[in-house]
C-alpha cells in the first residue's frame, strides 16, 4: 500500500496534508511514514519467517531516533558503523543483543564502547582490525563476538561508489583469505568467532549478486564447522534496491525465496541490515520554489532546498522523482535547482518537471533513505525539520536548526 497519495487533490503522507504540514513547519522538511516503515520491515519478516532471523535496519540510511525507535518496537535490531550511531541506536532503544558493527575505520574507542555494552557481533573488516579487536577486548574482559566481512568479489551491478565486494572496494577481507585469519582469530584470547558476514553494495536490482556471493560464503561457513568453528550466524548484509525511477527491484519475498534457497539448510540464525528498502520509500523531502528564471539555454526552478539537504543527486547523479504538492498542472522541461554556490547543486537536471511557478510546493520522492543522514550545513544553512506521520497525526522529530545551532560548539579562542 502507498502511504504518499494525493487526497482531494493534495499530496498526503498518509492522511496529513503536506500542505499543511508545509504550512505549520515551514520548508523544507522531511516527512516520514510510519506506515511505511513498519510495512517494509514486516515483509522481510515474512519473507524470513521460516529461518531464525534477526532484522537489523541499517542506522546510517535514516538515524533519526523517533525511525529507530518506531522499527525497534517493532523487533528491528540494528546495523551500524560507528559510536555515534551505536548511541543513536541504544538511545532510541535497541536491544544491544541485536546490534551488530561493521565498517572498516573501527576507533579504539568506538570499539570498547560497543564491547562495554554488549553488542551482538563485530563485523570485523581486516586482520589488524582483528589484533585491535582481541587486545581491547582483554583490557575489557570480555570475549569479544566476531564475524569477518567477507569479500566475495561480486559485482553488485550497481553505481561504483555503493559497490563494495569487489576486490578493488576497500571493505572486507577476501574471501580466499578469510579461512586464514579465522584460524588466526582463533588462537586469540579474546576472540569468539561466531559469525561470517557479507555486504556487496546498495540499490542492487537483481538477484543473481546476492546469490552468487552467498554461494562462496556457505562454501566457506562449511569449510569453518569441518575445522571446529561454530558459526551460528550469518549476515547477509542489505542493498536491496528499491524503484526510484522506472527500476523493478525485486520484493522482500523473491529476495528471501533466493537467499534462503542458497543458505536455508545451514542452520545459521541469518542476519539482515536492510536500510535503503526500509526507508527509501518511507520519506519525500517538501521544498518551495523560490524563483523561476529563465536562464539563457535553460529554464530553472530555484528552491529553498538543495545539495546540502539531499546530495543523491550531487554525487550518485541520482534520480528522485519530483510530485507537486497541489496535483495537477502543466509539465515543463527545467532543471530544479537549489540555492548552494555550486554548479553541481541540482535535485533534477533537464527534466520534464511540474511546470511550478513562485511560492509553489513540490516532493522530492524517495527520500527517507540517504537524505537527512548524507545533509550537511554547507553554505551555513541550518539542517531542515523532520516529521514523521501515523495515520491522521503528525509529530516534529528533529526540529529545524537555528542559526544558533549552526555555531554551537564553535570558539574564538583569545590568545590566538
Ligand atoms: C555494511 C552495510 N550494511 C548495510 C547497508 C545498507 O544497505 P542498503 O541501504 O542498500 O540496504 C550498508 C550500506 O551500504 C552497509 O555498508
Known amino acids: ?88 541506536a541504544l538511545k532510541a532503544g535497541v536491544q544491544p ?66 559497490s563494495t565486494g569487489m576486490k578493488k572496494n576497500k571493505f572486507g577481507i577476501a574471501i580466499e583469505r578469510a579461512l586464514v585469519e579465522y584460524r588466526a582469530a582463533s588462537e586469540m584470547g579474546n576472540i569468539e568467532a561466531i ?56 520484493t522482500p519475498m523473491e529476495y528471501g525465496e533466493a537467499i534462503l534457497g542458497v543458505v536455508g539448510d545451514l542452520g545459521c540464525t541469518l542476519i539482515l541490515e536492510p536500510g535503503r528498502s526500509i526507508a527509501g520509500n518511507a520519506g519525500v523531502l517538501v521544498g518551495k520554489v523560490l524563483y523561476t528564471k529563465e536562464g539563457e539555454e535553460k529554464r530553472f526552478l530555484i528552491s ?30 527545467a532543471d530544479l535547482v537549489g540555492p548552494i554556490c555550486e554548479s553541481g547543486d541540482f535535485i533534477a537536471k533537464d527534466r520534464v518537471l511540474p511546470a511550478l511557478e513562485q511560492g509553489e510546493l513540490f516532493a522530492v520522492m524517495s527520500s527517507g533513505g540517504y537524505g537527512f543522514t548524507m545533509s550537511s550545513n554547507y553554505n551555513a544553512r541550518p539542517r531542515v525539520a523532520e516529521v514523521m506521520v501515523s495515520g491522521d497525526k503528525y509529530r516534529v522529530v528533529r526540529r529545524r536548526e537555528s542559526y544558533e545551532d549552526l555555531i554551537s560548539g564553535e570558539i574564538i579562542p583569545e590568545d590566538i
Request: contains cysteine; hydrophobic residues 40%; glycine residues 10%.
Open 1 to 88: 500500500m502507498h502511504h504518499f497519495e494525493y487526497r482531494d487533490g493534495v499530496l498526503s503522507c498518509e492522511q496529513v496534508s503536506l500542505a499543511k504540514i508545509a504550512d505549520e513547519v515551514g520548508t523544507p522538511f522531511y516527512c516520514y511514514s510510519s506506515a511505511t516503515f513498519l510495512q517494509h520491515l514486516e515483509a522481510y519478516k515474512k519473507a524470513f519467517s521460516g529461518v531464525d532471523s534477526i532484522i537489523c535496519y541499517s542506522v546510517k540510511c535514516n538515524g533519526n531516533l523517533a525511525v529507530l525507535n518506531t522499527l525497534s518496537k517493532a523487533g528491528a535490531g540494528a546495523d551500524i558503523v560507528s559510536g555515534g550511531e551505536l548511541f543513536r
Open 195 to 250: 559469525g561470517v558476514d557479507c555486504h556487496i553494495g546498495s540499490q542492487i536490482t537483481e538477484l543473481e549478486p546476492f546469490a552468487d556471493a552467498l554461494v562462496k560464503v556457505k562454501r566457506l561457513i562449511r569449510t569453518l564447522r569441518e575445522e571446529g568453528q561454530d558459526i551460528k550466524y550469518l549476515d547477509i548484509g542489505g542493498g536491496l534496491g528499491i524503484s526510484y525511477d522506472d527500476e523493478v527491484p525485486p
Open 97 to 162: 543483543g541485536k546490534i551488530v558493527y561493521s565498517g572498516v575505520g573501527k576507533t579504539p574507542e568506538e570499539i570498547r564502547y560497543a564491547l562495554e555494552v554488549g553488542i551482538l557481533m563485530f563485523n570485523v573488516e581486516s586482520p589488524i582490525e582483528m589484533i585491535t579487536l582481541n587486545r581491547i577486548a582483554g583490557e575489557v574482559g570480555v570475549k569479544a563476538p566476531v564475524a569477518i566481512r567477507v569479500n566475495p568479489d561480486v559485482d553488485p551491478r550497481t553505481h561504483a561508489y555503493i
Open 304 to 333: 529553498d532546498t538543495g545539495m546540502n539537504d539531499i546530495v543523491r543527486p550531487s554525487l550518485y547523479d541520482a534520480f528522485h522523482g519530483i510530485l507537486p504538492v497541489i496535483e495537477g498542472g502543466d509539465l515543463r522541461l
